[in-house]
T-cell receptor
Framework: NAGVMQNPRHLVRRRGQEARLRCSPM?????VYWYRQLPEEGLKFMVY????????ESGMPKERFSAEFPKEGPSILRIQQVVRGDSAAYFC?????????????FGPGTRLLVL | LAKTTQPISMDSYEGQEVNITCSHN???????ITWYQQFPSQGPRFIIQ???TKVTNEVASLFIPADRKSSTLSLPRVSLSDTAVYYC??????????????FGTGTRLLVSP
């Protein structure tokens, strides 16, 4: 009965490198959400995906960030040419249905540090 | 989305009841109220959700007055392990389309021995 899985748990990158964050939703869930959390702040929504579709990416920075949720495999949040300001905790959540009232179950997060 | 206001922090002692109030003056008719708990270095964890009156589960109770402009999360007999940040969220209900969850800064609860 695994929950939401994220890997890696910690990721260190140098400026200009790429970061790939993976999220496997709970079994039976087809809706995935990505959030970013800076120290001492609440989570900020980034993107909402269903299988093979991006539903809402209004929280994603316009450049360098992309997300996908392929038919097979985990959801991927990709950050190209990372900068120090990208250092944060990135959380993935999943739900069985897409309404906001549906409970979102969160993973343990990936802590990205950009040197 | 309705904006929420919570106390920044609260202190309590083991065995006491803790009540955290959240204000959401602009809550819409079909909005639900949801509370999450977050421990350090972990993702948020769903605690409880309600629409009106009172909801109770094995972890907490949620009290919502008739005007729904506020809600109170009640944690009975807290223990040290209840030390966490508690977030109050307000969002649309079922079948109204996706609306992103909006987390404020939450309430930092510190439980002491």
């Amino acid at each position: 009965n695994a929950g939401v899985m994220q890997n890696p748990r910690h990721l260190v990158r140098r400026r200009g490198q790429e970061a790939r964050l993976r999220c496997s939703p709970m079994k039976g869930h087809s809706h995935v959400y990505w959030y970013r959390q800076l120290p001492e702040e609440g989570l900020k929504f980034m993107v909402y995906l269903q299988k093979e579709n991006i539903i809402d990416e209004s929280g994603m920075p316009k450049e360098r960030f992309s997300a996908e949720f392929p038919k097979e495999g985990p959801s991927i949040l990709r950050i190209q040419q990372v900068v120090r300001g990208d250092s944060a905790a990135y959380f993935c959540a999943s739900s069985g249905q897409g309404g906001s009232q549906e409970t979102q179950y969160f993973g343990p997060g990936t802590r990205l540090l950009v040197l | 989305l309705a904006k929420t206001t919570q106390p920044i922090s609260m202190d309590s002692y083991e065995g006491q009841e803790v009540n955290i109030t959240c204000s959401h003056n602009n809550i819409a008719t079909n909005d639900y109220i949801t509370w999450y708990q977050q421990f350090p270095s972990q993702g948020p964890r769903f605690i409880i959700q309600g629409y009106k009156t009172k909801v109770t589960n094995e972890v907490a109770s949620l009290f919502i007055p008739a005007d729904r402009k506020s809600s109170t999360l009640s944690l009975p007999r807290v223990s040290l392990s209840d030390t966490a940040v508690y977030y109050c969220l307000v969002g649309p209900g079922r079948n109204t389309g996706f609306q992103k969850l909006v987390f404020g800064t939450g309430t930092r609860l510190l439980v002491s021995p």
